[in-house]
């Protein structure tokens, strides 16, 4: 059964974390962690400044499954299962020694899968104190009135064959990047109530929200059998929006992309990064870029994990179905709002003269589906058309060409593969190109069209993309 409990799928990050919840029900406020490479010998442990525990509540805390998820917890206890701690642990070591002191008398207590194996008989013991050789390494709690030490050792899943120490340490770069997201609510402010250090360095919260800097709407409340449920979607900043390290600050553990959607806390702790809950109208929403930069806090109480159907590795989640259509509802109104900030770059702002703006491009939706043309009415286009006398013909020729071959694939391709709209409107472009551009139209306003320099002007202000450069145009 312990082997077979080892298979539940939890990484090194989403096993320390169910450790760290642990300590956080224990009332601790700091944690720190010791990841030590030493070879096979390479160990892992996790202290924290908790209540600690007695003799048998340390035995307890140690037998699978001693409380019953149907048992009711304290409103701020994290755990459920009765399980996290152990099957967290042994999916990682062969050895998992837990050492507790409480009001100054210690405990200690370990399973030990290999010398489980080496009984003669099928049996269940649990060892006193730490594995002959280990002592030192839960030398961390002398001295302490209270705390807990939880050590991993015989690290079998993760220092495999091949592993290196450029492996561990990429290793406690992920664990850092996970915990700095499922805590954030705990580490981040001005008076934190968690600290969490991974090898003496404090780790810095990450807010997938970008609070501060993003669109919000109002919280929405929902009293259920279980307890209040409330909700905040959010809208982040487009790139252009954003330096370069913000940017990838806000990509998250897992990219722009996967960590769209909503975010489930219980008690502030994140139990699911992103998705959408397999919600949607007809058919469930799947994670697209164009939707990347909608993300939704969710909070629930801890008496609702049944009705969600939390997974002991608090890694899944799915709504009750009394609030499925509310959910949905939300999460629309977010995306639509995300698609359209996504897309900015091919939605032409307002002018800012604020007369209709004359676009380039139409779209035509017709019986056989959506077609894109250019429309002759803007001015570039009609300056060109309407002095081409003979060669007129040949220019709507080439104009249509240009209709029929737009690389609607490739560029919905190359935003998909390069996770970013296409640049256009002369973003990026040199002054000096955009003026000679808007001076070739400006000339043949004032020119042949005999219009006066201040309302030629104010036509390119009402001009698509130059309405975008007014400090140009005046200068014409």
């Known amino acids: 059964m312990l082997e077979s409990l080892r298979g539940m799928g939890y990484s090194p990050a989403t096993a320390l974390a169910d450790i760290i919840d642990n300590s956080i029900s224990a009332g601790a406020t700091e944690v720190r962690i010791d990841l030590a490479w030493d070879g096979l010998d390479s160990r892992i442990a996790v202290l924290d400044n908790g209540g600690g525990m007695s003799d048998p509540e340390l035995e307890s805390a140690m037998t699978l499954g001693e409380k019953s998820p149907l048992d009711k917890r304290a409103a701020t206890d994290l755990g459920r299962f009765g399980m996290g701690m152990k099957t967290a642990s042994l999916s990682q070591c062969r050895r998992l020694t837990v050492a507790t002191v409480k009001d100054g008398a210690s405990c200690c207590l370990r399973w030990d899968l290999r010398e489980l194996a080496a009984l003669p008989q099928a049996k269940w013991l649990m060892f006193e104190g730490p594995a002959l050789g280990s002592e030192a390494h839960i030398s961390a709690l002398e001295g302490k009135t209270n705390g807990t030490l939880v050590l991993w050792e015989l690290l079998d899943r993760i220092v495999t064959e091949g592993y290196t120490v450029q492996d ?37 919260p990450w807010d997938p929200f970008m609070t501060g800097r993003s669109w919000s709407s109002p919280v929405g409340r929902k009293h259920t059998q279980e307890g209040l449920v409330e909700v905040e979607c959010f809208v982040l900043p487009h790139k252009d929006k954003l330096t370069e390290d913000e940017w990838k600050a806000g990509a998250g553990p897992n990219g722009w992309t ?24 007809g058919r469930a929403w799947n994670r697209e870029e164009s939707h990347r930069l909608a993300r939704i806090r969710l909070d629930i109480p801890n008496t609702a994990d049944a009705a969600w159907k939390i997974d002991i590795k608090k890694s899944t989640a799915r709504p009750p179905v009394a609030l499925r259509s509310w959910l949905t509802s939300l999460a629309e109104h977010a995306r639509e709002r995300a698609r359209k900030v996504f897309a900015y770059r091919g939605s032409p702002t307002p002018s800012p003269t604020g007369t209709p703006l004359e676009q380039a491009w139409r779209v ?12 002759e009415k803007h001015p570039a286009i009609a300056a060109v058309t309407e002095a081409a006398g003979p060669l007129l013909p040949m220019v709507k020729a080439m104009l249509r060409v240009i209709q029929e071959t737009v690389p609607v694939q490739r560029i919905w391709l190359d935003t998909a593969e390069h996770k970013e709209t296409p640049r256009t409107a002369f973003a990026g472009e040199a002054p000096a190109e955009i003026v000679a551009v808007m001076n070739t139209i400006y000339q043949d306003m004032v020119g042949r069209r005999g219009m006066a320099p201040d309302l030629a002007k104010r036509a390119l202000l009402s001009t698509d993309p130059f309405q975008n450069f ?7």
């Open 168 to 204: 561990f340490l990429n290793m406690a770069d992920h664990v850092e990047a996970h915990l700095a997201m499922v805590f954030h609510r705990l580490i981040q402010g001005p008076r934190p109530r968690l600290c969490i250090l991974i090898n003496d360095r404090p780790i810095a």
């Open 258 to 281: 996967a960590q769209q959607g909503f975010y489930i806390y219980r008690n502030e702790r994140l139990l699911l990064a992103g998705g959408w809950l397999g919600l949607g109208p």
């Open 364 to 375: 035509d939706h017709t019986a056989t589906g959506i077609r894109y043309r250019i429309d």
């Open 470 to 476: 007014p400090s140009l145009i005046d200068k014409l």
